[in-house]
């Protein structure tokens, strides 16, 4: 009877710290909910959710996609797609209202500006980063290193009657010259076109191949020693074992200069230069996951541009971007 009446009392126990345990676990979910992740909330405490469509220059593409990839980690709920267009594709979609932020490797055109007034939108132009447009053959060119800006004029102009190396220069070989450039909707083309071209018509014939992929000039380049193409200096570093990254003479008087970190951001390395963009529909701030988003990706464009091989602007002008986007916003 005793031995009955001292289990009885050990069970007793038993059940009294399964009930206080109990209890101490409910109080710790409790206080872990009043004080859990904030990360998928607004500054409103509203969990973020929906779409954020984004598209356009495909420079400027393998920053975003960094940026969209590691936005995924922290907003799960947010769906960013993410389409490389060409500039001038993503600002056809964007000056009709049709995506939030508009991918750009040149500056939005006044016709393209009026567009978006007919349609009552207002875009932000966003910098993110500095490039250089490289001028790239194969590895396996061993006869140019280097061209004047009048040597580019000849082999891309349409106007121009040089269509062999030799051409060019007579010590270089009589082959024929297999031009691999960006497409029309590209800012990169417009880039080339405005600063080497002045405006005038680039070839388009049987040894010209054009496209918005960058990968697919790339790849052209690359197979042919006396092929000769152009892209955002992204596409070079990743490839640049397979590829080499011409000297541009700008002027008589000049030495040639590549493109490198420091020749792109001191603007050395000329005229082929350039700021990269990305602009933001005004509307489409209003939207939690859109402007958080758009702060997003100012705050990481640095380490995105280091990342892919582009140049970061200076920490200040990111922060100058990030307070312009929470007053256009209201916040």
């Not at 109080?27 to 998928?40: F, R």
């Not at 590895?139 to 009048?150: A, M, P, Q």
């Not at 280091?306 to 140049?311: F, L, M, S």
Request: glycine share 8%.
């Amino acid at each position: 009877m005793k031995s009955f009446k001292h289990l009885a009392l050990i069970f007793t126990l038993i059940l009294a710290l399964g009930a206080l345990a109990a209890c101490g676990s409910s109080e710790g979910e409790d206080e872990d909910t009043s004080n859990g992740d904030t990360q998928s909330e607004t500054d409103g405490g509203e969990a973020l959710s929906g779409n954020v469509k984004q598209a356009g220059s495909s420079t400027v593409y393998p920053m975003a996609l960094y940026i969209q990839e590691r936005y995924a980690s922290k907003e799960s709920d947010v769906n960013v797609t993410l389409q490389s267009i060409g500039s001038g594709g993503g600002f056809e979609k964007s000056t009709k209202g049709e995506i939030d932020l508009s991918n750009a490797s040149r500056p939005i055109k006044e016709e393209e500006k009026k567009k978006a007034e007919e349609n009552d939108v207002n875009l932000h132009e966003l910098t993110l980063a500095y490039d250089g447009l490289t001028v790239a053959v194969s590895s396996e060119n061993d006869f140019v290193d280097n061209l004047t800006v009048d040597q580019l004029k000849k082999i891309f102009l349409d106007s121009s009657d040089a269509k062999k190396w030799s051409d060019i220069n007579p010590e270089w070989p009589d082959e024929t010259i297999k031009i691999f450039a960006p497409g029309h909707d590209s800012g990169t083309f417009d880039y080339f076109n405005e600063v080497i071209l002045e405006d005038n018509a680039m070839r388009e014939d049987g040894d010209v191949q054009t496209s918005e992929d960058d990968n697919t000039l790339v790849r052209g380049i690359k197979n042919s020693e006396y092929a000769i193409g152009f892209f955002g200096y992204a596409y070079y570093l990743q490839n640049e074992d397979s590829l080499k990254a011409l000297g541009i003479q700008n002027g008589e008087d000049a030495e040639p200069v590549k493109p490198n970190h420091d020749t792109i951001q001191s603007g050395e390395y000329a005229p082929l230069s350039r700021p990269l963009f990305t602009y933001v529909v005004e509307s489409a701030l209003e939207k939690p996951q859109v402007y958080d988003y758009t702060i997003y990706t100012l705050e990481n464009a640095g380490d995105a541009a280091k990342e892919v091989g582009y140049v970061a602007l200076p920490e200040e002008k990111y922060q100058e971007q990030i307070d312009k986007v929470k007053e256009l916003a209201g916040k």
